[in-house]
Each structure stands twice: as C-alpha cells, then as structure tokens.
C-alpha cells in the first residue's frame, strides 16, 4: 500500500511538469490539435503559436514536389515528435486546411517517413498566399512510394488544425 501511495504522490507531483510543457500562445496562434491528445493547454486542446512550434527544435526535408519547381528545402516540426508532445494515442490525423481541405494520415506515417510540419521553405516563412503557414510534407524523393497521389494528397499545406482519431 505504501508503495502505491508512493507512486500515487510522484505522479501527481508531475502533474505540473506536463502542463509547464505547453504553455499558451504568447503569439498568434497558427495551429490546433484536439481528439485523442493527452496534453492541452486551452480546454481539451494544444493550441500553438510559430514560436512554440520553433522551440520543439526542426529538421528540414530537401525535396522535389509537384507544387514547386526543382528542388525544395522545407523546415519545421517532425510531425512524430509534435504527436509525442501532445500525447496522441489515436490511429490517424486529419490535417484541415484553411481553405476547409481535408486529408486524413495515418499517424504512422510521421515516424516511419519523418515527415514534417514545415514552417518554412528555402529559409522563408511560408504565407498564405506561398501555401503556409503550415504545410505537411514528406520526403518524396527518399521512396518511390512516396511519389504518388496518395502521399502528396496527405502533403496539405495551409492546415491550420490537426484532429487525431
């Protein structure tokens, strides 16, 4: 019983810890994520700003696509490692657009392909009007598999809200 209670009292003191983790936005915010997530700061969602989003630290994919010419670098978020953040334990996600586009990924995906939420391209934040702020990408060129309609139909750019089921 003592050891219970001994779990019991280090959990709960860690408590504070997990929410420290996600503060609030102090800018504007530029993504939600809600469904299936552990971690929220703003009811039972993880709202961010670019700031925080750059605080997760980035990685950058260099890549041809179909919306650009040549080759592209992306940088932002591994898609995994925000997951992580936020503790999904859902299956998929579904990426909305601005524009109301809806894909729905596997939450696999973002481990096994190291895909990203890319804030940036050629070192430039992305705008609206450039298919920002927030465009998912994979590594296109690293699989043939990834050079289908089916993965760039899950590359949405201008998401705005992530949903994990």
Do not use: C
């Not at 280090?10 to 971690?39: C, D, H, M």
């Not at 709202?47 to 994919?61: H, S, W």
């Not at 940088?75 to 894909?103: E, F």
């Amino acid at each position: 019983m003592r050891l219970i209670t001994a779990l019991a009292v280090i959990l709960i003191s860690q408590l504070p810890l997990l929410a420290a983790e996600l503060r609030l936005p102090q800018g504007k915010p530029i993504l939600s994520i809600s469904g299936a997530i552990k971690v929220a700061n703003s009811g039972n969602e993880a709202i961010f700003d670019r700031d925080m989003l750059e605080a997760l630290g980035t990685a950058k994919i260099v890549t041809k696509t179909p919306w650009f010419d040549g080759v592209t670098e992306f940088s932002g978020v591994r898609l995994d490692k925000l997951m992580d953040l936020v503790g999904a334990h859902g299956q998929t996600v579904t990426a909305v657009a601005l524009n109301n586009y809806v894909t729905t990924i596997p939450i696999d995906d973002f481990s096994r392909y190291q895909a990203i939420l890319a804030l940036k391209r050629d070192g430039s934040y992305m705008s609206i009007r450039e298919k920002g702020p927030l465009f998912i990408i994979y590594p296109f060129d690293t699989d043939p598999a990834l050079r289908t309609q089916t993965y760039f139909g899950r590359a949405a750019w201008q998401v705005a809200k992530l949903v994990v089921e």
